[in-house]
């Protein structure tokens, strides 16, 4: 199996110099907003609260809501997780009992700011995207011109859509577990107990097989060139389809109605055909996995299908006191140090511990 610990994954700017720096010195340095599927009605057993909270890490801010509002941490709804090193503003469920005790909610570096009434509990995944503002300090001579270069590069080509190595784990355990775990290899008696932890390990595993996927068509300059036996995502609907017109499929990839995805592994997920089947087949193989193995874990393993590339929307970057600011909006599930990294091109100042989703 290859050693993730020693992989660099490569720029699809790489012939643009990076503008180094550092990410995240203080909270104050990545803003983050939560962009919600939809608001809440004004009316039903749950209340929808919008939240801010500085330098307070996602199951954190879970356990504070629990306690002050006495209410079960099973009860509380969230969309996605949030950095901790951050001011992130996000939307936060809870039954609608709760009120009563809003008024009297106190606690250093979490503000409830608004509270609306729903229907339904906010379930995980209900978000359009995130909005954020992150301010890059320390970075090298000339660093706002190569900013620039690189920014008209990536509104024109888009970014690589990685997982951030955030999601493998402290040292790369949580990749570990999850790669033992579909080999059915003795793990730690916590990854059985806790199906959260099982989860995360899971994934870790798949996301980890999606950015050698995603790797090897950067390197093999093949990241905007539609193949024979594709799968394809239309941007408006999601709705995936093989690719069967080299040409015709080509050329609703220029113009952006469809992106090339790649592989999130499990008995769900839609096959490509032809070589981009060979080659993610390859995949597996060289991690010595077998489709057969993700089987075992239906509901926590489905699989899917996940975009190669991203457009940022709104990018812009200006020229900061401290350093340059950049602003921009990623869908839900995209990673916003990704987008840095090819900025940065500074693997160990990007590889922050947390990550907006």
Known sequence: MPEPETEVLPYLTEGLPGTGGELKQTPEDFIVDEIPVYSPSGEGDHLFL????????????????????????????????????????QMVSVPAECEPLL??????????????????????GHLKGNRFTLLLKETTENAFARANAILENIQETGFPNYYGSQRMGRDNETLRMGMKLLKNEKVSAKYFRNKSLKRLALSAAQSQLFNQALSQRVTDQGLHTVQQGDVMQVCESGGLFVVEDVSA??????????????????????????????????????????????????????????????????????????????????????????LLR????????????????
């Open 50 to 89: 919008w939240v801010e909270k500085r330098d307070v890490s996602a199951q954190f801010l879970v356990k504070v809501l629990s306690e002050q509002l006495k209410v079960d941490s099973r009860e509380i709804g969230v969309a996605g997780l949030k950095d901790r090193c951050a001011i992130t503003r």
């Open 103 to 124: 008024d009297g909610f106190a606690f250093d570096g979490i503000r409830i700011l608004q509270a609306t009434r729903h229907e339904r509990k906010l379930k995980t």
């Open 249 to 338: 499929e080509q050329q609703r990839f220029d113009q952006r109605e469809t992106v090339i995805t790649g592989p999130i592994f499990g008995p769900k997920m839609k096959q490509p055909t032809d070589q981009v089947l060979e080659a993610e087949t390859a995949i597996l193989q060289e991690f010595s996995l077998e489709p057969a193995y993700f089987s075992r874990f239906k509901k926590l393993t489905p699989g899917a299908r996940r975009p190669f590339l991203i457009w940022p929307e709104d990018l812009k970057i200006s020229q900061a006191a401290d350093g340059i600011q950049f602003d921009f909006t990623l869908p839900s599930g995209v990673y916003a140090t990704m």
């Open 342 to 357: 090819e900025f940065m091109k500074n693997e160990t100042a990007v590889m922050s511990p947390g990550d907006s989703l």
